[in-house]
């Protein structure tokens, strides 16, 4: 800073003077700065319109060319946030430095996921609780060492033999449903762009073999869910 002034005056003004000018020459000391960059999807490379981008309290949404501009940002380390429906959340720590600082983000769309349910029954027909459901994405069975990690689901019926497992992306499903006394059931099953009802009555197991003594016919309870005929013949009985 260049000062010029007459040796000759009033050294009281000349201090003023000198003051001010400092006061005005350092200014304010906080620095801020700008973050800028451009959304777009993952998959496509495309722009993406409507995300709300922010850092702290300051946000922007982009518009259809994907542009995003947030001001007054404090210099430092700062957590760059955007979200939009539909897509996972980013979430990223940056440099914010005096000035423009350009950072673009990709966003991952969420993969729409559906439900699997249903009601399974006993061979009596009565609802069946406390049966095992599992559900395996067809192809997904282990095959060498390329594939280490298997995307199963499993649920119980409930005591009206009611199941759900939801989570289920668009796709062919193995099925299978095991009890004990009850035959194990195994199907594909489709889950397509909607919610997906399969219903299923199971059927009995080998429930009973034994000896009796003496020839003919027994009814006897084999199971919490039917009266089942025995036949004898010769002292051995059995049942399904």
Known sequence: MFLAYRSIGNPTRITVIICLLFIIGCGDDSEEAVITGVVSDSQTNTPLAGVIVYVGESTSTTGNDGKYTIENVTTGQVTLE????????????????????????????????????????????????????????QGEELEGEENTEVDVKTDTTDRDGNYQISHLPPGEYILTVAKEELKQYSATVLVGNRDKEFNIAMEWDNVLEGNITEDRILRAEVSPYIVSSVHVIDGVCSAR
Request: aromatic share 8%; net charge negative; hydrophobic share 25%.
């Open 82 to 137: 955007g979200e939009r429906e539909g897509y996972t959340p980013f979430n990223s720590t940056v440099d914010a430095r005096q000035g423009t600082n350009h950072y673009d983000i990709t966003m991952v769309k969420l993969t729409q996921t559906y439900i699997l349910s249903g009601n399974i029954t006993g061979p009596n027909g009565l609802p069946a609780s406390d049966v095992s459901v599992q559900t395996m994405r």
